[in-house]
């Protein structure tokens, strides 16, 4: 049988004066351990490839990240988002290949950003920071600090 290849949104970041394209490792190990090959994606020159890299892939694992900017869900707090926010290009690519493989009804899973990403593409909004603006909110951690663990309850949707 034939291992699915799993592919992982791209996570940019800046350093030494140039832009990086990294995921962490416990998101590769995680797809090995369930029988899968995991392969980084990363966002193409013309947006008409999105949809063939969404036919090449079995499913997608949309990574956590930085905050998505503000403006693409009609914010009314960009104060209250972390200094380090989505670029452009990942908020463009994770939309767009979101959409072909919702599009292909192939499986997808998403944490943190990722899973904020799609409540937003699909018409939802979001609060910019949970502990600021809804009381007796779960503590999710510091940005890029220690991990926050809590349980969630998935339920299957139609397409």
């Not at 291992?3 to 797809?31: H, Q, R, V």
């Not at 999105?50 to 869900?73: C, K, R, S, T």
């Not at 380090?84 to 998403?110: G, H, Q, S």
Request: hydrophobic residues 35%; proline residues 6%.
């Amino acid at each position: 049988m034939k291992k699915p290849l799993i592919g992982l949104n791209p996570y940019y970041f800046e350093y030494s004066d140039a832009m990086w394209n990294g995921s962490k490792d416990g998101y590769f190990t995680a797809i090995w351990t369930a029988g899968g090959i995991p392969v980084t994606l990363h966002h193409p020159d013309q947006d008409d490839s999105i949809n063939e890299i969404a036919q090449a892939i079995d499913g997608l694992l949309l990574v956590g990240g930085p905050d998505i900017p503000n403006n693409i869900y009609n914010g009314n707090h960009p104060e209250l988002l972390d200094s380090d926010v989505m670029t452009p290009e990942r908020e463009k690519f994770d939309r767009n290949i979101f959409l072909a493989m919702y599009n292909l009804r192939k499986p997808m899973l998403a944490i943190c950003v990722g899973m904020q990403h799609i409540n937003v593409i699909r018409g939802g909004t979001l609060y910019e920071d949970l502990t600021e603006q809804l009381d007796g909110s779960v503590y999710h951690g510091e940005f890029n600090g220690e991990w926050a663990n809590h349980t969630v309850k998935l339920e299957k949707i139609a397409y």
